[in-house]
């Protein structure tokens, strides 16, 4: 029978006689036969995947975006791919540009990143370029780009959340806190720091340089951050570590000098992954919501063209969760 019979028949949108139809589906079923996805995506006729490229996919808070972002995306009957950059910005150029090619509904990019001209270049061109191809660059927890620019942002209140973190431990009459930030040129790493300076003012309270120490977001970097500053003698009643990873660091170094948490030293952490409320003891921290994080990147860019208004920069809260890994000063 001819291409067009044929093409009818499959794509259900033209009547065609019952034995047409049987025999059409009997050819597709022998011959194993699949559907030109590339082609369809051109012609419009298929939804197109929503794409998460992150830096790591074995962090606990990244893999919760990506959570979200696959629940949402499933929902709309949507495609998820998932990517890693390992934080070459090259793989992450190719990335882009791969998924421009896919026909990605939406390229969603999450994670950190340094804040500088290089940065907002590259941010610019990935979202005129995705643009052009009728896709949507949506940034997570990432810098936002300027006004005019074709990209949503969704945000999480770090520097707020950080803010209650240090202003609990100010309370509870804390006033040498050893700082673990995160390395300094990361967006994140400088909010979660203002928000720091921010308490410590708000409560009348001094800064002290020596007990602002920035590092990587790991469980190595918070154990030898805190060993090294037990060993050169500072003093602290309590920590905020940057991370609930650099928390898991901090309790072991505190352990291993013999020191009780909350009893001789109080520690919040940054993130509430899932295991902080199994540690001994349960861990202070910061609740993010990392999973509505990736459905709101995956609602706002799909339904952009839906909404009366365009909302296109969202800012979620973050909320102090108190355990018993903090107390009053003793």
């Not at 709309?76 to 540009?97: F, N």
């Not at 209650?164 to 930030?181: N, T, Y």
């Not at 003891?281 to 993010?288: I, K, Y």
């Not at 979620?316 to 969760?321: A, F, H, K, M, N």
Request: glycine share 10%; with cysteine.
């Amino acid at each position: 029978m001819s291409v067009a019979t044929v093409s009818r028949t499959l794509a259900g949108n033209y009547p065609v006689a019952a034995s047409t139809r049987a025999r059409v589906e009997a050819a597709v079923r022998s011959l194993h036969y699949v559907v030109n996805v590339h082609a369809k995506a051109l012609s419009g006729g298929v939804a197109g995947p929503v794409a998460l490229v992150l830096r790591d996919i074995t962090g606990p808070s990244l893999a919760h975006v990506a959570a979200g972002v696959e629940q949402e995306a499933a929902t709309r009957g949507r495609l998820s791919l998932v990517c890693a950059t390992h934080g070459d910005p090259a793989r992450e150029d190719d990335l882009v540009q791969l998924m421009r090619e896919q026909h990605a509904a939406a390229v969603v990019l999450v994670g950190g990143a340094e804040i500088d001209d290089a940065y907002h270049e590259r941010m610019a061109g990935y979202a005129k370029a995705l643009d052009s191809a009728g896709s949507r660059l949506v940034l997570v927890g990432r810098p936002p780009l300027p006004a005019g620019l074709p990209a949503t942002v969704v945000e999480y209140d770090n520097r707020g959340g950080a803010f209650q973190a240090s202003a609990h431990l100010l309370s509870a009459g804390h006033r040498r806190i050893l700082f673990l930030g995160g390395e300094s040129a990361l967006n994140t790493a400088e909010q979660r720091r203002a928000g720091h300076l921010d308490a410590l003012l708000a409560h009348g309270a001094s800064y002290d340089e020596e007990l602002d120490v920035p590092g990587p977001y790991t469980r190595t970097s918070g154990y030898l951050r805190t060993r090294d500053a037990l060993r050169a003698g500072l003093t602290f009643t309590a920590v905020f570590a940057g991370t609930d990873m650099v928390a898991l660091g901090v309790l072991a170094a505190l352990r291993e000098a013999g020191l009780g948490v909350p009893e001789d030293v109080s520690v919040v952490g940054f993130d509430d992954v899932p295991f902080a409320a199994d540690l001994t003891p349960a861990l202070t921290t910061v609740r993010v919501p990392y999973e509505d994080l990736g459905r709101s990147a995956v609602r706002l860019a799909l339904e952009r063209e839906e909404r009366a208004y365009q909302d296109d920069h969202v800012v979620l809260s973050t909320q102090l969760v108190i355990r018993r890994s903090t107390g009053p000063r003793r």
